[in-house]
């Protein structure tokens, strides 16, 4: 499964994007768009757990 992780650039709950990706099963690959907020937190919890990242920078 891929997930794509989208939220507001202000989000600083890891925590709760951990938590999350953590409880959902059989995910291959985590989306995100290399922005502050979310995408980080997306990236480092995907990265926290060995999930690859796709990164899909925005213009």
Not at 30 to 40: F, I, N, R, Y
Request: charged content about 25%; aromatic content about 4%; overall charge neutral.
């Amino acid at each position: 499964m891929r997930v794509l992780v989208c939220d507001s650039r202000s989000m600083t709950n890891y925590p709760r994007i951990l938590r999350e990706l953590s409880a959902l099963p059989g995910v291959e690959v985590v989306l995100e768009g290399k922005a502050p907020g979310s995408d980080t937190l997306a990236r480092r919890s995907a990265e926290h757990v060995g999930i690859p990242v796709l990164p899909f920078p925005a213009d």
